[in-house]
């Protein structure tokens, strides 16, 4: 049985490679798009239940427009859902993301005027003009220099990033400082070091790395429940986004893992080291 989660099926489309494998009334290519505001939720049905969301450029491809939401698959992870169909964009010339965790559009090159928007972590941009300490967006807003690098430009380490989300408010599905969950955590870290990372803890389990023994786990390993991942930071602290603190939050590994096993989710299934 395919994973509905990556590959794009519903009971009136499908993606057109998976022809032979499902019933479905109609198998298309889909169009390349891209999503049109950062923080988008992408939903498991229309009007549905939020499974992650969306970043500000991120690529599309587009398999059905029906109700006012589009049938839609990430680039960037290869998670389908539904999308709000008004957030979706034309491709652009995207040349730089965000590596700040979060920054203010402005309508002119002055930090006094009213902010007129905001950026979130990952997202990418066209920028047509650079000065003093500006650029310049297509659309002709302006960003601070300082919150942007060029695409081709990544961190060197995903423990800082995940650190930088600590304190950040826990939401099932988020991918941003606002509210992130603990699979989303993950992949953002390795994603703005260019490491590709999937979406849910189950997929990371079995797609990252390789295994290591539970006393060996050290600095840089993924720790995985069922249902569950976090981050080693230092020897035996778990950086994690967990719904018992609602936050992005360190703790000791070993109190960690018995909280969680009392708590009915299980010990460490496996430990993971890129």
Not at 22 to 51: A, E, H, M, W
Not at 120 to 147: K, Q
Not at 177 to 201: E, N, T
Not at 241 to 265: C, T
Request: charged residues 25%; negative net charge.
């Amino acid at each position: 049985m395919i994973d509905r989660r990556i590959n794009p099926a519903n009971e009136r489309v499908a993606a057109s490679y998976l022809r032979g494998q499902i019933n479905t009334k109609l198998f298309l290519d889909g169009l390349l798009r891209q999503c049109l505001r950062g923080v988008t939720d992408l939903l498991d049905k229309p009007s549905g239940r939020r499974v992650t969301q969306l970043s500000l450029g991120e690529e599309l491809t587009v398999f059905e427009q029906k109700n006012g939401f589009a049938f839609v698959q990430s680039a960037k992870d290869d998670y389908c859902g539904y999308m709000d169909e008004t957030l979706i964009a034309p491709r652009s010339k995207k040349s730089h993301w965000v590596s700040a965790l979060s920054s203010h559009l402005y309508p002119e090159a002055d930090l006094k005027k009213k902010n007129i928007g905001e950026l979130y972590f990952c997202d990418e941009v066209e920028v047509i003009n650079e000065d003093t300490g500006w650029s310049e967006l297509r659309g002709g807003v302006f960003v601070p220099s300082c919150h942007l690098s060029k695409l081709t430009e990544r961190f060197t380490s995903f423990i800082k990033v995940a650190e930088l989300f600590l304190n950040s408010p826990y939401l099932w599905g988020g991918c941003s400082r606002s509210g992130i969950d603990c699979s989303g955590l993950i992949q953002i870290a390795l994603i703005s070091c260019g490491i590709k990372c999937p979406r849910d803890a189950d997929m990371q389990e079995d797609d990252l790395g390789y295994n290591v023994s539970v006393g060996d786990a050290t600095t840089g390993d993924l720790i995985f429940w069922k249902g569950h991942v976090g981050i080693l930071t230092e020897p035996n602290v778990l950086t994690h986004a967990n719904a018992h603190h609602m936050a992005v939050f360190r703790e000791d590994l070993d109190l960690a893992n018995k909280r969680i096993e009392k708590s009915g989710g299980g010990t460490i299934t496996s430990v993971k080291r890129l």
